[in-house]
């Protein structure tokens, strides 16, 4: 908004804007510290561009990724007007949930031992899947709702709270670090099962 | 014809007025009416700890039993005003406990408590029983402890949203066994509790009508309190879950039965951590809650919460998370039929919004709940046309605060500001009394709130405006006009300067990043010396010379009949 850009240079939001930290260091206005993995959700600045968040489709995430914030979203001090005492409790919620790992067991059919990941390090399914994509040496193929993974005979799935198995990437990603209890890679026939197209 | 009444009869009329506004409307009426009413008055509401002194409140009206005070202004709540502002309860209970008032009820918000406050309060009045602190700060636990241990007739010790100190103490426990006689119990604004203690007090206090846990109270206490105490009526869990892992089966199935036996539950509240597995537990009491309040319940997500809901008929007050999506909003719109006030927080409040709802979901509220007449929404977008629908639907708001998560969003459909959504809010509900604005807006949308919102008594602008015509047309229009908030408007001196008695009928007036410059506020403050006009200086810019051209970073002033307070920090300095 032509006008909305006028104003707020107007203004000097940035000059008046209240900041823990010296004057002329720029820091974030959450005030984590430093040793957080970088799996945090997206930052608000970059929220206008990205349409949802992170928990949806694997391609909504890496539009999220690669997207720059505009300058002029900058952290205003109290906006959105909230009270401290709920943003306090959610900070302290999100940094509990951010220092306390999420450490799950990832199995892959044929290797010989099993591997641990943090899900909490992985922002999405994107950074997840290279990641084990990486960690295994294989390829994991192309989502979609429909058909689940084209192109691999590699389906990564995992073991719900229910102790059902299912496959990774159909619910929004914090339901799925919240649900999920391991891993597995699935290969060949048995993952044909879930809706793999080879 | 009351003057041949006799002062008992008048008093006795007067019991029946109970409102604040009409009990002081009542001693205006004459000098008779004014001293039945100084002497008879139990009930005192003070909206500015600044506004009066303590000595003036125990002259006029030393009969009385109950107290209201407020603090600091609304916008530190969101981190607008410096630590060590002010707003100190200690002189007030310092000369209460001095004189011969017979407290027995304190209701604080937004003000700094000590610990020492406590443990005088506590001493100070043997018929104390009440104490309800809101969004204060500066007190530990050892002061509850006092409170605890030295109130013999306490009913209620209500804590919300307060930032206290946690001591290895158990002040819980300090509850004397003799003391059976509470009624209303909040501490979810704690991070830990003595469980035993929590125990032992409930079973003892059958008169529990209102009890809310914290985060440290497990499942099974939980459920082991329900036993004790089926008759609650309003109810805050504490943690709601419970492990996979371990077998919890029989937690759950004990906590289902025992939840079947309390049919007195209409108010609900807390979840403040949830597994949504264990939510069906609560479905049987889901049907005769009047208020439910889910807004801290991070751990459910939208799909859960649309199946609880589902449950809840009889809602008349909603408190929710934005994560529950327009779709839920629609589930509540057809559930939720009596629904009078909704309040829809940002799951993400540094203002990610990517969870958020928009207009389409207030909308099939306002259509399915024409009785809604309270509303806080933040949302990720709004358009004038949802709004005007919105207004059509529900003529009957007093209160209707619209938060766009981007504050300057235009109408998204046609690019528009939203100044005919909010006029067509302003211009339905003729009983509005509190509104706040956020998205595009320009002056006109002030021309159309002086011009309709008659009975406004609270308004609280963001970066709005054009020019100082807008907030001319405020002031001059809404004569009820009581609180004006502003920050990062363009108003400056020659609106501010206007009608400088106008400043004298309303409580306070708040501006931050604003044009109003430091002369401005001189001029004001000379001209009108029963306002204190507080400025704000953060910068440390004391040691420079003031400029009268330079911009006021934070102004507030407001009426007082005690001129400028003894008790200002460093930072601010009260103009005169």
């Known amino acids: ?198 | 014809m009351m003057n041949y009444f006799p002062d008992e009869v008048l008093e006795h009329v007067f019991d029946f007025v109970t409102s604040h506004r009409d009990r002081n409307a009542v001693s205006l009426v004459c000098k008779l009416w004014y001293r039945v009413d100084r002497f008879s008055r139990q009930r005192v509401f003070i909206g500015n700890c600044y506004a009066i002194s303590p000595e003036r409140l125990i002259a006029r009206f030393p009969g009385v039993k109950a107290l209201t005070l407020k603090g600091k202004p609304h916008f530190a709540d969101f981190n607008l005003v410096p630590q060590d502002w002010g707003g100190y309860v200690q002189p007030w209970i310092e000369a209460l406990a001095r004189s011969r008032i017979g407290l027995e009820e304190l209701r604080l918000k937004r003000m700094v408590v000590s610990d020492e406050s406590l443990d005088v309060l506590s001493r100070s009045f043997t018929n104390f029983k009440s104490l309800v602190l809101v969004s204060c700060e500066g007190f530990t636990t050892d002061g509850l402890a006092a409170i605890a241990a030295n109130c013999r007739f306490l009913r209620e010790l209500d804590l919300q949203e307060n930032e206290i100190e946690e001591k290895k103490n158990h002040w819980l426990g300090c509850f004397p066994d003799s003391c059976m006689s509470l009624v209303s119990l909040n501490f979810a604004c704690l991070k830990e509790i003595n469980l035993a203690a929590l125990e032992r007090l409930v079973a003892r206090n059958p008169n529990l009508r209102s009890l809310k846990l914290n985060r440290a109270v497990p499942l099974e206490v939980l459920q082991r309190i329900l036993m004790r105490a089926p008759q609650l009526v309003d109810l805050g869990t504490g943690s709601f879950v419970l492990d996979h892992d371990s077998d919890d089966s029989e937690t759950y199935r004990k906590l289902r039965a025992t939840i079947l036996k309390c049919r007195s539950i209409r108010h609900l509240s807390g979840f403040l951590e949830v597994a949504p597995r264990c939510l069906p537990a609560i479905y049987p009491i889901c049907l005769y809650l009047t208020y439910l309040n889910l807004s801290y319940a991070a751990g459910i997500h939208g799909s859960e919460l649309i199946k609880l809901i589902r449950h809840c008929g009889k809602l008349q007050r909603l408190w929710i998370l934005d994560c529950i999506g327009d779709k839920g909003l629609e589930v509540v719109a057809s559930t939720c039929k009596d629904l009078q006030e909704l309040r829809v927080f940002p799951s993400d409040p540094f203002g990610a919004g990517h969870d958020a709802v928009t207009e389409t979901g207030l909308v099939a509220i306002s259509s399915g709940c024409p009785k809604l007449n309270s509303l806080l929404y933040f949302c990720q977008q709004m358009t004038n046309a949802a709004l005007i629908a919105v207004a059509k639907n529900c003529p009957n708001f007093i209160r209707f605060r619209l938060c766009i998560l981007d504050p300057t969003k235009p109408d998204p459909v046609t690019m528009q500001p939203l100044d005919e959504g909010f006029g067509a809010i302003v211009q339905s509900s003729k009983r509005l009394r509190r509104l706040s604005l956020s998205g595009l807006l320009t002056d006109r949308v002030f021309l159309y709130i002086g011009m309709y919102a008659e009975q406004l008594e609270m308004l609280s602008i963001a970066f709005a405006g054009e020019s100082d015509k807008g907030m001319l047309y405020v002031l001059n229009g809404c004569k009820k006009l009581r609180k004006l908030e502003i920050r990062d408007s363009p108003f400056g001196d020659s609106a501010l300067l206007r009608d400088v008695g106008k400043y004298e009928t309303m409580r306070s007036l708040w501006m931050s990043s604003c044009e109003v410059t430091l002369g401005g506020c001189k001029t004001l403050a000379e001209k009108m010396p029963r306002l204190n006009v507080e400025i704000i200086n953060e910068n440390d810019q004391m040691e420079f010379v003031h400029e009268d051209s330079q911009k006021v970073e934070k102004m507030y002033l407001y009426r007082t009949l005690v001129g400028p307070r003894k008790d200002a920090p460093e930072f601010v300095w009260t103009l005169e």
């Open chain 1, 1 to 198: 908004m032509e006008k909305s850009i006028v104003f707020e240079k107007d203004l000097n939001l940035e000059a008046t804007e209240l900041r823990l930290g010296l004057p002329g260091t720029k820091e974030s206005e959450k005030q984590t510290p430093s040793t957080i993995k970088s799996n945090k959700r997206v930052l608000p600045d970059m929220s206008e561009e990205c349409g949802s968040k992170d928990n949806s489709n694997v391609s909504h995430v890496k539009k999220c990724d690669q997207e720059v914030a505009p300058p002029a979203k900058a952290q205003v001090v109290g906006w959105p007007p909230v009270r401290s005492y709920r943003k306090n409790c959610f900070q302290a919620k999100k940094m509990e949930a951010e220092t306390t790992g999420m450490y799950v067991k990832v199995s892959m059919d044929g290797a010989p031992y099993l591997r641990k990941i943090d899900l909490k390090v992985y922002k999405g399914y994107q950074e997840l899947l290279k990641a084990l994509e990486d960690m295994f040496k294989f390829s994991v193929g192309k989502y979609s709702e429909r058909e689940g993974y084209n192109g691999s005979e590699f389906v990564p799935t995992y073991e719900d709270k229910d102790g059902d198995w299912m496959l990774v990437g159909d619910v929004p990603w914090d339901m799925f670090i919240s649900s999920c209890k391991r891993m597995r890679i699935m290969k060949g026939s048995e993952a044909r099962g879930l809706g793999c197209a080879v």
